[in-house]
Nanobody
Framework: QVQVEESGGGLVQPGGSLRLSCTAS????????MAWYRQAPGKQRELVAK???????NYLDSVKGRFTISRGSAEDTAYLQMNGLKPEDTAVYYC?????????????WGQGTQVTVSS
């Protein structure tokens, strides 16, 4: 069984920084991509950043130049470094990973971690 878990959220003042971590565990053969989504109250979930197994990245326009997604030394770990945080970045952040296991290829989601940007 595969699990995805996030950590690193919290309360930060405008202009501050946070680093989110995502780790996939279980019977994993390969991780095709890992991504961060966010959902603010009353809004739809949106893709924030994505990184493929080959290292290609893409970002939501509003976070370009402020957020950086990266992979750990193990392919089952990803990070989201968030700098210059703004109140509009407040949301629950979810990690998503497309993972190949024995006999399956599925998308997995973490439970989410709250990020609150407020003075």
């Amino acid at each position: 069984q595969v699990q995805v878990e996030e950590s690193g959220g919290g309360l930060v003042q405008p202009g501050g920084s946070l680093r989110l971590s995502c780790t996939a565990s279980g019977n994993i053969l390969s991780v095709y991509f890992m991504a961060w989504y966010r959902q603010a109250p009353g809004k739809q979930r949106e893709l924030v950043a994505k990184i493929t197994s080959g290292g290609s990245t893409n970002y939501l326009d509003s976070v370009k130049g402020r957020f950086t997604i990266s992979r750990g030394s193990a392919e089952d770990t990803a990070y989201l470094q968030m700098n210059g945080l703004k109140p509009e970045d407040t949301a629950v952040y979810y990690c998503n990973a497309r993972i190949g296991a024995w006999g399956s290829l599925d998308d997995y989601w973490g439970q989410g971690t709250q990020v609150t940007v407020s003075s």
